[in-house]
């Protein structure tokens, strides 16, 4: 008989058909029943598929009493009760690596469209502005420091790139690694030495609002904020408050506190580039987390074992 899966997230098609003919699927995501199907399926599930941004409540697992595993699509699971799962030996996996290339682009690209202005140059021409003046002049990025916030996979990907234009890299983290870049022992000094702070580390309670007002006074006029890994790791009101009083130079957001609502304050900001959490989004890559995730279910359910088992419960 198939395993009985729940479904707590909106999946891509080309990873939930698979998924169908798998498993017996309940989703819990597009019903309006949902105590209703936790009371008909709940005690039969044995897999939870999520994203990489959703919450998974404990009261939910405590009503799912045979699950095994939790498959994540995407490579952050600052949603699931790591703790929790740990206790009721439940597998928690997610998809490194796959994405890895795709969310150092967009980190490159905000790079790019804050520090050389493209976002407001394009506004500029399709205003039609360019017959009546010239464009303003931007600062040269070669040269510049750019400071990443957690330099695991995707920081490491994203100090290449901006190396191979000519720019310095300082990163903080938990502790130095054997990498040719400059150490700092914490976010404020990383933060007063740089042009760009990227953030690339992992969400969840750690790095709640670590970014915040103070991070950002050390940044400074000369800095620009660029998140790429979780909106809650940055503190968005004193962020909005750093950007209006002119705090800090500007912000290249990709990713948001309360998805997909973002403040109005940034939203009214002309120097803050702001994306819809697109970090992944191409069909390759997109294509392959959910091969992975599907993988990690496949493997469980046929071997009892895991290709990407996240590091807390390796
Ligand atoms: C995805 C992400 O948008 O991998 C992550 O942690 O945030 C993104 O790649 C998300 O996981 C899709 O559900």
Sequence with gaps: MQPDIIVTAPLPPFLYEPLKSSYRCHDYYKTEDKPGTLEAAGKRIRGLVQGGGTVTPTALLDALPALEIISVFGVGYDGVPVNYCKGRKIKVTNTPDVLTDDVADVALGLILMTGRGFVRLNRFVHAGEWPKRSPELATKLAGQKVGILGLGRIGKAIAARVVAMGMKVAYTGRKPQHVPYEFMPDLKSLASAVDFLVVACPGGEATRNIVNAEVLEALGKKGTLINIA????????????????GVIKGAGLDVFADEPNIP?????MDNAVLLPHVGSATRETRQAMGDLCKANLDAWFSQKKVLTLIPELS
Excluded: F, K, N
């Design 264 to 268: 109005s304050a940034l939203l009214a």
């Design 230 to 245: 979780r909106g809650s790791i940055v503190d968005e009101s004193a962020l909005a408050a750093a950007l209006t009083a």
